[in-house]
């Protein structure tokens, strides 16, 4: 049997793109990304893992200063909405989504469900049971992880070319499906999910706070010390989440 040796330096290197993978919602407007460098981004986002080999993923690269603007503009109204129902959820500038110089739109077509272990009828027709319910809602939690691995594969890519990126949801919100869709000629059954921004950024970014690592490795079973209370959660959310969200935290325990 071989002797297996770990490639230490190919993982220090790997480990120096993850750190250096960073938020920033600030970019130099005036960088123009290359068409190269979208494709090679791109290229790391195709290779994803996907349940049942799926891959159910398109990405849409959005060159055009007038449709980012709709855009960014979609968002700002959603969080002027947010601030009006007094929702108090720690939101960014969306304005910056017009200015990124790297703009992708990702977007999941969870129709693939049709790849895992679902009933159909003889017409290949999806069967209406409360066991097909749970297998399609187990298909469709699947996908949507698909994506995600794509997605960060996408970031890593960037990080790696020396970008700074910016993950945007939109995942569940109706309104955002019906605002992109058509400005982005998405057919009705596909679903738009995130937009991935990158570029250089305006001024020096941060760092956000990280757990260290023994407050979320578990041995064998769940360390019970790292179990939190709804009242824990509670406390967390109102008095440390803007905080490590948007400063630099590294002093937090």
Partial sequence: MPTFKPNLEQYKAFMHVISGRITTRDFD????????????????????????????????????????????????????????????????NYKGLAAAPGFIV??????????????KDDNRNLVSSELNEMYIENAERILLQSV???????????????????WVTAIGQEEAQSEMKPLLGIPEDLSV??????????????????KKLDQIINWNKF??????????????????????????????D
């Fill in 29 to 92: 407007p005036d960088y123009q990304v290359p068409r190269d460098h979208y494709e090679l981004i791109l290229d790391a986002a195709r290779h994803g893992p996907s349940g049942a080999n799926a891959q159910p993923w398109q990405y849409i690269v959005v060159t055009d200063k007038k449709v980012k603007e709709e855009i960014s503009n979609y968002f700002v109204g959603e969080q002027k909405r947010r601030a009006q129902l007094k929702m108090k959820f720690p939101t960014p």
């Fill in 106 to 119: 990702v977007v999941s077509d969870f129709r693939m469900v049709r790849a895992f272990p679902v009933l």
């Fill in 148 to 166: 995600a691995a794509s997605t960060m594969s996408a970031h890593l890519a960037a990080a790696a070319l020396g970008y700074n990126v910016w």
């Fill in 193 to 210: 999910l995130d937009i991935m921004c990158f570029g250089l950024p305006r001024k020096e970014p941060y760092k956000r706070w990280k």
């Fill in 223 to 252: 360390d019970s010390t790292h179990y939190m209370s709804l009242e824990q959660i509670e406390d967390w959310v109102k008095n440390e989440r803007h905080r490590v969200m948007y400063k630099d935290a590294k002093n937090i």
